[in-house]
Every structure is written in C-alpha cells, then in structure tokens.
DNA sequence: TTGACATATTCCCATATGGGCATGTAATGT
DNA sequence: ACATTACATGCCCATATGGGAATATGTCAA
C-alpha cells in the first residue's frame, strides 16, 4: 500500500512545504497565481498544481476575477490540525517541567548519572 | 522529484493516521510495542516501521526495559505544528466574524445574493 | 547452549508524488 | 477572428511509501 494521498486531508496536504509558504501567504491577503510564481520562484505549473491540492481538501477557495484566479487561505480547514497539535501541550509542559527539576536536583547532588540510557 | 520522505520532518510523519494515533496513544504513558500492536490491531512489523519514522523525527523516544522496548511520545516535537498551525488562529476568529456579521445583515435585507460565485 | 519471547529489519510490489515540459482552456483587447 | 495573457492539465519519470511475509537481532530463562 503506498503512502495516502496528498488530498486525502489536510495532514497530507501541509506536509509539503511549498504548500505551507502558499497558505501562509494567501492568509493575509487573496492573491492571484502569478504573484505567487513570483514570490516561490516556483515554475507556474507546480503552483497551479500545489493550489489544486489544497483547494480539493478546502484550504484554499478561489474565485475568478477577469482572466485571474484569486486564491485565498481557508482558515477553518486548518484548525483541525490545531486542535489534534493542541491535544499535546499539556504534556510539552508537563516535559519542561520535568527537565527543570532534575536541574534543580542536579544542583544539589551535582554527580548524578541518568538512570536511562536513552537510544537515538 | 518525489514527495519528502516520511521522515524529513514532524510534518510528514504525522501525515499517516496510524502515526498519530501512536502519538496520542505513547503521550499519557510509555508502552511497550506489544501494547501498540494490540490496541491498534496493525502487525508488529507495521508498528515498528512506524514507531522507527517516529524516532528518526523526534516524535517518540526508546528505552529498553529486558526484552521489551518502551516507547513514549516526546511533546516537544510536536510544538513546530502548533506554532505552524497556531499562525492562522486569528484568520480563522476573523472568518467566523464575517460569518456572523453577513447573518445579522441578512436579517435587516432578507433577499441579498453573494456578489462571488466561489468555485469548490 | 538451547529455546522462547519481543522487537527490528529486509525484501517484495503497486501506487501517488512533484518537477519539467508541452499543451489545453478561458477571458480580454484590438 | 486573432493574438495575448493567465491558468490548468496532461504526460513523463525516479523515488519513497506501507503492508505482508520471512528473517534477523536481542534478551532472558532453564
């Protein structure tokens, strides 16, 4: 079985980091794919390519202007990824605050060796 | 040019399902990999296929405990995604603000037709 | 040492990928 | 109608992929 589809949701989608830069840069603003060829140096194709895979899982929406199309960043579709990211920063402080105790325990018994040999 | 490997960074390792399920399932406590393979009904060597594209990210780290290797999520490898993600949190407050402000106007001009035919 | 248990790695394969390139399509201006 | 602009799509190809099956490695127990 190969890996799942870049349009299969929106994890998929964001792992590309061109696909990212775009989102950021049509957040602020709706911007044609010209402006985006410029900014990524990127040939029009691949572009045009990135928008239709974010524009098949909704983050991105488009509209035609003249003989431009507007693309802009669909927030929403991205909160999902927050909320699963989110889910986690308990733990990333319960980790913080972990390795700030055994620092306050190596101050006192400063020749300590870790009990665990971490691997990798 | 095929897609960024699995594990070039956080991102496309959590683009896999089962990966983020392992991730939530390693975050309260550490596990051996037996406890992966029954809880996610997945083969073992699945498991440590994934759990190994874990590693090399930084998502998860190993100890061995007698024969069994213990794994457990590292949070902190998580954080670069909710930074990413959390970028956008004003956008998406602004959308559900246009949102609410285009209803309350329906309600003073009842008939009003969307100005853009949006595409997808 | 031998065997059992727990996990890791290797080999196999169909498939989606992203970039380069060429071509198709849609809207505008003359 | 025609050329031009602005995108979209199609084709090509090397490559990493996840699961299955088999095998290798590592650790303990007798």
Known sequence: MPRATTTSDA?????????????SYLALQERPVGDLVATLRLAQPSVSKHL???????????????????????????????DWTKTFECFWQHQL?????????????????NPYKEER
């Open 11 to 23: 994890f998929n989608a964001v792992a590309e980091p061109r696909r990212r830069e775009i989102l």
């Open 52 to 82: 239709r895979v974010l524009r098949d899982v909704g983050l991105v929406r488009a509209r035609r202007q003249g003989r431009r199309m507007l693309y802009r960043t669909n927030a929403e579709a991205i909160r999902p990824l927050y």
């Open 97 to 113: 605050l972990r390795i700030k105790e055994r620092a306050e325990a190596k101050t006192q018994k400063p020749i300590q060796q």
